[in-house]
């Protein structure tokens, strides 16, 4: 088992947002997919970002406001978000006084690849857990 440790580990600034990608822990052979934490301070906000990865976001503290195509989407702790591949988004922190941090795992999807798509298990998913990845 490996530990991951927030505090201590080497860090980036983008704009006023402490940015920590795991790529420091040379997983990059051992893992489908990369990470990263990053912290909004409060009254704060991501610059524009968009790429060709998926992201999945975990909100680990405060109240994320993600605004994506003119539309705001508030996401508490424990709950996620996927941003889809070349969706433009900014990740606003509406506190005053609670810091904003978020785990994102992200990756290419398979299409980008050059690989076949796996096939789609929607047709075996529940109606209620389709309409919740949406």
């Known amino acids: 088992m490996r530990t991951f440790d927030l505090i201590t580990a080497e860090s980036l600034f983008v704009k006023d947002l402490r940015v920590v990608r ?3 822990y040379g997983l990059d052979r051992d893992m489908p997919f990369q990470a990263m934490w ?3 301070p ?3 906000e991501s610059p524009v970002d968009q790429h060709p990865e998926l992201e999945l976001s975990i909100v680990v ?3 994320a406001h993600v605004l994506v195509g003119g539309v705001v989407h508030e996401v508490t702790t424990g709950d996620a978000f996927l941003l ?3 969706e433009a988004h900014v990740v606003q922190n509406r506190s005053a006084d609670e810091l904003l ?3 994102s795992a992200y990756w290419m999807p398979l299409e980008a ?3 076949e798509p796996a096939p789609s298990e929607e047709a075996d998913r529940p109606v209620e857990a389709t309409a919740a990845v949406q």
């Open 22 to 24: 795991w790529e420091q």
């Open 101 to 103: 941090t978020v785990f």
């Open 84 to 86: 889809g591949s070349t």
């Open 38 to 40: 990053y912290s909004v």
């Open 113 to 115: 690849e050059g690989s």
């Open 42 to 44: 409060p009254g704060s």
């Open 61 to 63: 503290a405060g109240t």
